[in-house]
T-cell receptor, first 111, second 113 residues
């Protein structure tokens, strides 16, 4: 089955720094989604991408659907304390109704 | 608040107990899902329901038994579980099966002793 490699696994940054994370697959995806999970909660959808090369923003968050269709990137600008959590990528291949999830990137902000 | 609620939020049970997890969605969606989330592993899809009909069963052991009485409610009945079944169980819904945007509930943290 498809596998999603998400990196980095964890990040320790200071408030105000920018953040970048990515997700790569061995298969071509037609949809990329980015979720955030706060402690004790379920994942919340942040951004959905449907076309290769698409660049979409949601406030300080920007995500891109890679040109090769095998990767996606999420950037967070000027991080704030509430950005702490686990970020998951998820994707779907053509003709497949199931979502495949990455293993997550844990973001920690150092005081 | 995503429009998907789950109860209980935490559950501790012995291996011989029988318990049920409940999920309710208030979004008017037709598809509902059960996922298992274990530490350092991707979310694992367990079951998919479309309009109360099970359309996916991902080789889940029979000690997990789903029930979908209507399109707004989803249950996961548990019996004779093993300690390795301890995990966060997440319910999600979407407008239709295959629809991209899935909305998740807060999850039930299950501990099997």
């Amino acid at each position: 089955g498809q596998q999603l490699n998400q990196s980095p696994q964890s990040m320790f940054i200071q408030e105000g720094e920018d953040v970048s994370m990515n997700c790569t697959s061995s298969s071509i995806f037609n949809t990329w989604l980015w979720y955030k999970q706060d402690p004790g909660e379920g994942p919340v959808l942040l951004i959905a991408l449907y076309k290769a090369g698409e660049l979409t923003s949601n406030g300080r968050l920007t995500a891109q659907f890679g040109i090769t269709r095998k990767d996606s990137f999420l950037n967070i600008s000027a991080s704030i304390p509430s950005d702490v959590g686990i970020y998951f990528c998820a994707g779907r291949t053509f003709g497949n109704e199931k979502l495949t999830f990455g293993t997550g990137t844990r973001l920690t902000i150092i005081p | 608040e995503t429009g998907v609620t789950q109860t209980p939020r935490h559950l501790v049970m012995g291996m011989t107990n029988k318990k049920s997890l409940k999920c309710e969605q208030h979004l008017g969606h037709n598809a509902m899902y059960w996922y298992k989330q274990s530490a350092k592993k991707p979310l694992e899809l367990m079951f998919v329901y479309s309009l109360e009909e099970r359309v996916e069963n991902n080789s889940v052991p029979s000690r997990f038994s789903p029930e979908c009485p209507n399109s707004s409610h989803l249950f996961l009945h548990l019996h004779t579980l093993q300690p390795e079944d301890s995990a966060l169980y997440l319910c999600a819904s979407s407008q239709e099966v295959g629809n991209n945007e899935q909305f998740f509930g807060p999850g039930t943290r299950l501990t099997v002793l």
